[in-house]
Protein backbone atom coordinates (compact mmCIF):
# COMPACT_ATOMS: atom_id res chain seq x y z
CA UNK A 1 0.00 0.00 0.00
CA UNK A 2 1.43 3.32 -0.19
CA UNK A 3 2.23 6.06 1.65
CA UNK A 4 -0.14 8.25 3.45
CA UNK A 5 0.34 11.63 1.39
CA UNK A 6 0.95 13.27 4.55
CA UNK A 7 2.74 10.58 6.54
CA UNK A 8 6.64 11.59 7.81
CA UNK A 9 8.28 8.64 6.29
CA UNK A 10 11.52 7.81 7.27
CA UNK A 11 11.77 5.15 5.99
CA UNK A 12 11.44 5.84 2.33
CA UNK A 13 14.11 8.62 2.85
CA UNK A 14 16.48 6.46 4.17
CA UNK A 15 15.97 3.05 1.21
CA UNK A 16 16.46 6.06 -1.34
CA UNK A 17 14.36 6.28 -4.94
CA UNK A 18 15.68 2.83 -6.68
CA UNK A 19 15.81 5.00 -9.65
CA UNK A 20 17.81 2.03 -12.01
CA UNK A 21 15.88 -0.50 -10.37
CA UNK A 22 12.30 0.91 -10.52
CA UNK A 23 13.18 1.27 -14.24
CA UNK A 24 14.18 -1.92 -14.82
CA UNK A 25 11.12 -3.57 -12.84
CA UNK A 26 8.72 -1.09 -14.70
CA UNK A 27 10.52 -2.29 -18.39
CA UNK A 28 8.65 -5.77 -17.21
CA UNK A 29 5.43 -5.22 -15.92
CA UNK A 30 2.72 -6.92 -17.13
CA UNK A 31 -0.35 -4.03 -17.35
CA UNK A 32 -2.72 -6.43 -17.65
CA UNK A 33 -2.15 -8.60 -14.77
CA UNK A 34 -2.56 -7.62 -11.18
CA UNK A 35 -0.18 -5.47 -8.76
CA UNK A 36 0.15 -8.75 -6.80
CA UNK A 37 0.96 -10.87 -9.88
CA UNK A 38 3.11 -8.66 -10.97
CA UNK A 39 5.32 -8.19 -7.54
CA UNK A 40 5.03 -12.11 -7.26
CA UNK A 41 6.95 -12.39 -10.80
CA UNK A 42 9.56 -10.12 -9.63
CA UNK A 43 10.07 -11.77 -6.78
CA UNK A 44 10.42 -14.82 -8.32
CA UNK A 45 12.27 -14.09 -11.33
CA UNK A 46 15.01 -11.22 -9.37
CA UNK A 47 14.52 -9.39 -12.68
CA UNK A 48 16.05 -5.89 -11.24
CA UNK A 49 19.05 -8.00 -10.25
CA UNK A 50 18.88 -7.83 -6.81
CA UNK A 51 22.46 -9.07 -4.30
CA UNK A 52 20.03 -10.83 -2.13
CA UNK A 53 16.70 -11.81 -1.12
CA UNK A 54 16.39 -9.50 1.80
CA UNK A 55 17.31 -7.04 -0.55
CA UNK A 56 14.82 -7.73 -3.02
CA UNK A 57 12.04 -7.95 -0.38
CA UNK A 58 12.85 -4.40 0.87
CA UNK A 59 12.91 -2.80 -2.53
CA UNK A 60 9.34 -4.38 -3.41
CA UNK A 61 8.24 -2.98 -0.18
CA UNK A 62 9.20 0.77 -0.59
CA UNK A 63 8.08 0.05 -4.68
CA UNK A 64 4.58 -0.53 -3.18
CA UNK A 65 4.33 2.36 -0.86
CA UNK A 66 5.66 4.99 -3.28
CA UNK A 67 3.52 4.25 -6.00
CA UNK A 68 -0.25 3.71 -7.31
CA UNK A 69 -0.63 1.64 -10.05
CA UNK A 70 -3.72 1.70 -10.88
CA UNK A 71 -3.54 5.71 -11.11
CA UNK A 72 -1.88 8.27 -11.66
CA UNK A 73 1.56 6.55 -11.29
CA UNK A 74 0.46 4.08 -14.21
CA UNK A 75 2.28 6.44 -16.46
CA UNK A 76 5.44 5.66 -15.41
CA UNK A 77 5.58 2.49 -16.29
CA UNK A 78 4.07 3.11 -19.55
CA UNK A 79 6.67 5.72 -20.26
CA UNK A 80 9.71 2.98 -19.79
CA UNK A 81 7.66 1.00 -22.23
CA UNK A 82 7.31 3.56 -24.27
CA UNK A 83 11.13 3.44 -24.96
CA UNK A 84 12.11 6.62 -22.65
CA UNK A 85 15.78 6.80 -21.52
CA UNK A 86 16.21 6.97 -18.02
CA UNK A 87 17.64 10.39 -17.83
CA UNK A 88 14.10 11.81 -18.99
CA UNK A 89 12.11 9.06 -17.24
CA UNK A 90 14.27 10.28 -14.03
CA UNK A 91 12.57 13.46 -13.25
CA UNK A 92 9.23 12.28 -14.30
CA UNK A 93 9.95 9.49 -11.44
CA UNK A 94 10.93 12.06 -8.77
CA UNK A 95 7.30 14.22 -9.60
CA UNK A 96 5.38 10.71 -8.66
CA UNK A 97 7.40 9.98 -6.00
CA UNK A 98 6.63 13.52 -4.27
CA UNK A 99 3.11 12.91 -5.17
CA UNK A 100 2.96 10.35 -1.97
CA UNK A 101 6.48 11.23 0.13
CA UNK A 102 5.39 14.18 2.48
CA UNK A 103 8.48 14.78 3.72
CA UNK A 104 10.91 14.18 0.46
CA UNK A 105 8.09 17.00 -0.81
CA UNK A 106 8.86 19.18 2.06
CA UNK A 107 11.77 18.52 2.01
CA UNK A 108 12.80 19.86 -2.16
CA UNK A 109 9.96 22.41 -2.44
CA UNK A 110 10.42 24.43 0.61
CA UNK A 111 13.94 23.41 2.71
CA UNK A 112 16.26 22.85 0.33
CA UNK A 113 14.86 25.38 -2.50
CA UNK A 114 14.82 28.26 0.11
CA UNK A 115 18.55 27.20 0.78
CA UNK A 116 18.92 28.08 -3.05
CA UNK A 117 17.33 31.26 -2.60
CA UNK A 118 19.43 32.71 0.49
CA UNK A 119 22.62 31.86 -1.91
CA UNK A 120 23.98 29.02 0.23
CA UNK A 121 26.27 26.88 -1.74
CA UNK A 122 27.42 23.58 0.48
CA UNK A 123 24.94 21.45 2.55
CA UNK A 124 25.96 18.99 4.72
CA UNK A 125 23.99 17.03 6.99
CA UNK A 126 23.60 18.77 9.96
CA UNK A 127 21.59 21.68 9.03
CA UNK A 128 18.93 18.77 7.42
CA UNK A 129 19.07 16.99 10.88
CA UNK A 130 17.72 20.44 12.46
CA UNK A 131 15.64 21.12 9.47
CA UNK A 132 14.02 17.30 10.30
CA UNK A 133 13.80 18.34 14.45
CA UNK A 134 11.65 21.23 13.65
CA UNK A 135 9.58 19.66 11.22
CA UNK A 136 8.68 16.48 13.34
CA UNK A 137 8.06 18.31 16.48
CA UNK A 138 5.66 20.54 13.73
CA UNK A 139 3.80 17.16 12.51
CA UNK A 140 3.96 14.67 15.27
CA UNK A 141 4.28 17.16 18.43
CA UNK A 142 7.89 16.10 19.62
CA UNK A 143 11.68 15.62 18.43
CA UNK A 144 11.72 12.39 20.86
CA UNK A 145 9.25 10.93 17.94
CA UNK A 146 12.24 10.01 16.25
CA UNK A 147 15.59 8.81 17.51
CA UNK A 148 19.02 10.43 17.31
CA UNK A 149 20.22 8.34 14.72
CA UNK A 150 17.04 8.13 12.67
CA UNK A 151 17.67 11.74 12.05
CA UNK A 152 20.70 11.01 11.14
CA UNK A 153 19.93 8.43 8.58
CA UNK A 154 16.84 10.51 6.89
CA UNK A 155 19.26 13.66 6.68
CA UNK A 156 21.83 11.51 4.79
CA UNK A 157 18.90 9.77 2.81
CA UNK A 158 17.90 13.11 1.35
CA UNK A 159 20.54 14.38 0.34
CA UNK A 160 21.83 11.43 -1.65
CA UNK A 161 18.07 11.28 -3.10
CA UNK A 162 19.13 15.18 -4.49
CA UNK A 163 22.08 13.87 -5.49
CA UNK A 164 20.45 10.96 -7.45
CA UNK A 165 18.36 13.08 -9.07
CA UNK A 166 21.71 15.90 -10.28
CA UNK A 167 19.82 18.47 -8.17
CA UNK A 168 23.24 18.72 -5.98
CA UNK A 169 26.45 16.64 -6.27
CA UNK A 170 29.39 15.96 -3.70
CA UNK A 171 30.23 12.65 -1.44
CA UNK A 172 29.85 13.96 2.66
CA UNK A 173 29.12 17.69 1.96
CA UNK A 174 26.97 18.80 -1.35
CA UNK A 175 26.75 21.41 -3.61
CA UNK A 176 23.79 22.53 -6.11
CA UNK A 177 24.30 21.32 -9.42
CA UNK A 178 23.29 23.75 -12.31
CA UNK A 179 20.36 20.79 -13.39
CA UNK A 180 18.31 21.21 -16.20
CA UNK A 181 15.12 19.70 -16.54
CA UNK A 182 14.83 17.74 -19.85
CA UNK A 183 13.14 19.05 -22.59
CA UNK A 184 10.75 15.00 -23.04
CA UNK A 185 10.40 15.53 -19.11
CA UNK A 186 9.04 19.44 -18.99
CA UNK A 187 6.66 18.84 -21.28
CA UNK A 188 5.33 16.03 -19.47
CA UNK A 189 5.19 18.10 -16.34
CA UNK A 190 3.25 20.68 -18.56
CA UNK A 191 0.43 18.79 -19.43
CA UNK A 192 -0.01 16.95 -15.99
CA UNK A 193 0.13 20.74 -14.18
CA UNK A 194 -2.18 21.87 -16.76
CA UNK A 195 -4.85 18.68 -16.53
CA UNK A 196 -4.69 19.71 -12.33
CA UNK A 197 -4.65 23.64 -12.54
CA UNK A 198 -6.60 24.67 -15.59
CA UNK A 199 -4.61 27.75 -16.06
CA UNK A 200 -1.41 29.31 -17.58
CA UNK A 201 -0.40 31.33 -14.44
CA UNK A 202 -0.77 28.72 -12.12
CA UNK A 203 0.98 26.09 -13.81
CA UNK A 204 3.91 28.48 -14.23
CA UNK A 205 3.87 29.28 -10.58
CA UNK A 206 3.27 25.97 -9.16
CA UNK A 207 5.05 24.58 -6.55
CA UNK A 208 5.96 21.38 -8.17
CA UNK A 209 8.57 22.87 -10.13
CA UNK A 210 10.72 23.73 -6.97
CA UNK A 211 11.71 19.82 -7.10
CA UNK A 212 13.92 20.81 -10.13
CA UNK A 213 15.11 23.90 -8.38
CA UNK A 214 13.15 25.89 -10.30
CA UNK A 215 11.50 29.36 -10.24
CA UNK A 216 8.73 30.69 -12.09
CA UNK A 217 11.12 33.10 -14.24
CA UNK A 218 13.34 29.75 -15.37
CA UNK A 219 9.34 27.71 -16.36
CA UNK A 220 8.32 30.95 -18.82
CA UNK A 221 12.22 31.31 -20.28
CA UNK A 222 11.97 27.56 -21.02
CA UNK A 223 8.20 27.75 -22.45
CA UNK A 224 9.36 30.78 -24.82
CA UNK A 225 12.05 28.62 -26.06
CA UNK A 226 10.16 25.43 -26.78
CA UNK A 227 7.49 28.35 -28.48
CA UNK A 228 10.03 29.36 -30.46
CA UNK A 229 11.38 25.96 -31.44
CA UNK A 230 7.56 25.05 -32.63
CA UNK A 231 7.37 22.97 -29.56
CA UNK A 232 4.29 24.42 -28.04
CA UNK A 233 2.45 27.69 -27.78
CA UNK A 234 2.80 30.42 -25.31
CA UNK A 235 1.60 33.87 -25.06
CA UNK A 236 2.86 36.51 -22.56
CA UNK A 237 1.20 39.90 -22.84
CA UNK A 238 2.01 41.67 -19.28
CA UNK A 239 0.54 39.85 -16.57
CA UNK A 240 -1.26 37.74 -19.41
CA UNK A 241 -0.10 34.13 -20.07
CA UNK A 242 -1.51 31.47 -22.02
CA UNK A 243 0.17 28.22 -23.30
CA UNK A 244 -1.47 25.69 -25.47
CA UNK A 245 0.32 22.06 -25.39
CA UNK A 246 0.82 19.62 -28.41
CA UNK A 247 -1.57 17.24 -26.84
CA UNK A 248 -4.82 17.45 -24.94
CA UNK A 249 -3.91 15.77 -22.10
CA UNK A 250 -1.43 13.42 -20.60
CA UNK A 251 -2.48 10.29 -21.32
CA UNK A 252 -2.26 11.54 -25.27
CA UNK A 253 0.78 13.05 -24.94
CA UNK A 254 2.37 9.67 -22.88
CA UNK A 255 1.19 7.46 -26.04
CA UNK A 256 3.16 9.91 -28.37
CA UNK A 257 6.29 10.45 -26.72
CA UNK A 258 7.56 7.56 -28.17
CA UNK A 259 11.71 7.14 -27.00
Not at 111 to 135: H, M, N, R, T, Y
Not at 180 to 188: C, G, H, K, T
Request: charged share 30%; hydrophobic share 40%; glycine share 6%.
Amino acid sequence: MKANNQELSSNLAIRGPFVDETFRAFSTWDLKQSDSDNFAKIAETNSIGASSQSWLKKFLQVLSRRYEFGGTDRRLIELVQQGWPIDDWRPVQLWHMSRHDALLRVFLTEWLFGKLEEGVVVISAQPVVDFLQGLVKQRLGSIEAWKENTYRRVANGLLKIAVEFHLMRGRVNKEFEAYRLPERSFLYLLHVLMEREHNTRRVVEAKDWRLFLMKPNDVEEELLRLHQYGKLRFERAGSFLELTLPCENTVDYVRSAVG
